[in-house]
Nanobody, 117 residues
């Protein structure tokens, strides 16, 4: 399984970015796909996830600002981020959790998001 994330970059506070992740190596249509992030000196934290049928879940810190979506035909997951804050600065990781798994099984390499104040 490979997860290739893209779309990170440098943006000013209040700006927007769209992260994308292309998955390959298996069929993901039943899996949960999502994003975690890790800021410098902090633990990795959950950001958002979407089930195979489109049910979404968000961390409280990003609700109303981030939107996760997926395209099962293309094995892709996206994270639209608006109203970005400096505290959103982190490396963002694309993740996949198999439907029957209790944990996220596959992790991408990460893409850097930096929000300047």
């Amino acid at each position: 399984v490979q997860l290739q994330a893209s779309g990170g970059g440098l943006v000013q506070a209040g700006g927007s970015l769209r992260l994308s992740c292309a998955a390959s190596g298996r069929t993901f249509s039943s899996d949960y796909m999502g994003w975690f992030r890790q800021a410098p000196g902090k633990e990795r934290e959950f950001v958002a996830a979407v089930s195979g049928v489109g049910t979404t879940d968000y961390a409280d810190s990003v609700k109303g600002r981030f939107t996760i979506s997926r395209d099962n035909a293309k094995n892709t997951v996206h994270l639209q981020m608006i109203s970005l804050k400096p505290e959103d600065t982190a490396v963002y990781y694309c993740v996949v959790r198999r439907f029957s798994s209790p944990r996220y099984d596959y992790w991408g390499q990460g893409t850097q998001v930096t929000v300047s104040s």
